[in-house]
């Protein structure tokens, strides 16, 4: 098998639909309460597969979906890529799915995008966990593999040079805990869905679209603090690129929690530790 083969695998599990004028593609599996699942960069739906598989033995319908710019998803050029921009698509995205009430499972930038549709949508989250993902925004710095995605020139270089191999061991220094969670061809498919179509032309735009201001943190913070909903932060605890001791300390400071859920993973919890991550959702669900 190859990486070819495990994209074709994940297209044939999903099916395309229409948000905001965009055409995407989502993932879904189970029934009952629907767990909408927002992945950030630079991956793409492809990152909850096993998550939306757990989550469906729990009684639980997840889904995921790829945001504009990102896996199965159309790459207008001149598309809002910024946080705002992906807010409003995701917004659109849960109405195209006929979805009225959801639970909200946020990773990476899936953080703010999640935030904003959260801000925009309080009375229709059930929900919310935070998984791994930015909230103090104003001024943010990005982790040090990512950061050369945002500068113009370098990111147009640094991507062209990210073939699979280099992109699998930065996977495993940043992402990956438990390496048999995984085969090559698996993590081969994230460079295939990233550079699909455009190169990653679309990805360096989200990248370079970060809205790291006082103002986006304080409606970020408003998602979290004194909401009509439950919410929780499970955290990578050894992930060295939003680490647990800053950034997951503030998500749990900022939503007002006793304790951080933490698991033994990365950065791309999901890939190692789904049953976990989907026993926590069902425990808030319930």
């Known amino acids: 098998m190859t ?11 999903g099916r395309r639909f229409e948000a905001g004028g965009v055409a995407s593609f989502v993932r879904s599996a189970g029934e009952g309460e629907p767990v909408v699942c927002l992945h950030g960069v630079p991956t793409s739906c492809f990152l909850y597969r096993k998550v ?36 409003r698509f995701a917004a659109a995205a849960v109405d195209s799915l006929g979805l009225d009430r959801f639970h909200l499972v946020v990773h990476d930038i899936g953080g703010p ?17 935070v998984l791994n993902s930015p909230i103090v925004v104003d001024g943010f710095k990005r ?14 270089l640094y991507l062209l040079a990210l073939a699979k191999p280099a992109f699998r061991r930065i996977f495993y220094l940043q992402g990956l805990a438990d390496r048999r969670a995984m085969t090559k061809e ?27 201001t006082a103002e986006k943190q304080r409606l970020y913070e408003s998602a979290l603090r004194e909401v009509p909903y439950p919410v929780q932060v499970v955290w990578g605890e050894l992930d060295p690129a939003l680490p647990l001791a800053k950034h997951g300390e503030a998500a749990r400071r900022i939503a007002g929690l006793d304790a951080v859920h933490r698991l033994p993973a990365k950065h791309f919890l999901q890939e190692d530790q789904a049953p976990a991550i989907a026993d926590r959702v069902a425990a808030v669900a319930r």
Request: aromatic share 10%; charged share 30%; proline share 4%.
């Open 113 to 129: 995008v999640g935030f904003e549709l959260a801000a925009a949508a309080r009375d229709r989250v059930r929900s919310l966990t």
């Open 143 to 156: 982790p040090w593999t990512m950061e050369p995605f945002a500068r113009r020139g370098i990111g147009e």
């Open 3 to 13: 990486s070819r083969d495990v994209v074709d695998q994940h297209e044939a599990a």
């Open 186 to 212: 698996d993590i081969g498919a994230y460079v295939d869905l990233l550079k699909r179509g455009d190169g990653g032309s679309a990805f360096l735009k989200i990248m370079r679209g970060f809205e790291r």
């Open 52 to 87: 939306i598989a757990e989550l469906s033995e729990r009684g639980l319908r997840g889904i995921a979906f790829d945001f504009p710019g990102l896996g199965l998803a159309e790459r207008p050029a001149d598309y809002d890529y910024t946080w705002t921009g992906l807010g």
